[in-house]
T-cell receptor, first 116, second 117 residues
Framework: AQTVTQSQPEMSVQEAETVTLSCTYDTSESDYYLFWYKQPPSRQMILVIRQEAYKQQNATENRFSVNFQKAAKSFSLKISDSQLGDAAMYFCAYRGRYNYGQNFVFGPGTRLSVLP | EAQVTQNPRYLITVTGKKLTVTCSQNMNHEYMSWYRQDPGLGLRQIYYSMNVEVTDKGDVPEGYKVSRKEKRNFPLILESPSPNQTSLYFC????????????????FGNGTRLTVT
């Protein structure tokens, strides 16, 4: 079964600085997607960014970008110019094509604090 | 507006009193799923459904029931709640089955904070 690991339970960053959140996953599939979700204190789950396994180019959405290393099964999230509103829990998620109904697998999350 | 509507947002109940958390989506998604979120454990899947009348167990199904009689609705039923079911619950939906479905993210409801005393 696929697993997703986030080894940093908590991180902090100074406002305007850059922070990188780590995510590794384990799979034998070649076709899959990876996602980062943000959960602010409002507890809403907000999609931040997604990456297709077949695309070598790293996805970017404004201040958010990923470093996707397929061979290493690593999918880190970089937040540039951190803002107070970036403070949240961040979840890494994997979606495979072939693991049927349980095809979204989440990591345990990283809580990010942004210091003014 | 495309959304997943989940109710109630907060629920306090006592052990053994049956309850239902409702979930409805307006995106015509085939796939719907329930998760519970507990500190340090991330989101764990309770049940999922790939279409009407098709449901299956996730990782933590004990003590829960679901039904999918209509495509848009996927209620979560706790027949006899216990304190270990105190948690934050999310309903979510996504495309399923088509060739492009794999790129579709999960769309989440706003969560239900359940407390069982």
């Amino acid at each position: 079964a696929q697993t997703v690991t986030q080894s940093q339970p908590e991180m902090s960053v100074q406002e305007a600085e850059t922070v990188t959140l780590s995510c590794t996953y384990d799979t034998s599939e070649s076709d899959y997607y990876l996602f980062w979700y943000k959960q602010p204190p409002s507890r809403q789950m907000i999609l931040v960014i997604r990456q297709e396994a077949y695309k070598q180019q790293n996805a970017t959405e404004n201040r958010f970008s990923v470093n996707f290393q397929k061979a290493a099964k690593s999918f880190s999230l970089k937040i540039s110019d951190s803002q107070l509103g970036d403070a949240a829990m961040y979840f890494c998620a994997y979606r495979g094509r072939y693991n049927y109904g349980q095809n979204f697998v989440f990591g345990p999350g990283t809580r990010l604090s942004v210091l003014p | 507006e495309a959304q997943v509507t989940q109710n109630p947002r907060y629920l306090i109940t006592v052990t053994g009193k049956k309850l239902t958390v409702t979930c409805s989506q307006n995106m015509n998604h085939e796939y719907m799923s329930w998760y519970r979120q507990d500190p340090g454990l991330g989101l764990r899947q309770i049940y999922y459904s790939m279409n009407v009348e098709v449901t299956d167990k996730g990782d933590v199904p004990e003590g829960y029931k679901v039904s999918r009689k209509e495509k848009r609705n996927f209620p979560l039923i706790l027949e006899s709640p216990s304190p270990n079911q105190t948690s934050l619950y999310f309903c979510a939906s996504s495309l399923w089955g088509s060739s492009g479905a794999i790129s579709s993210p999960l769309h989440f409801g706003n969560g239900t904070r359940l407390t069982v005393t």
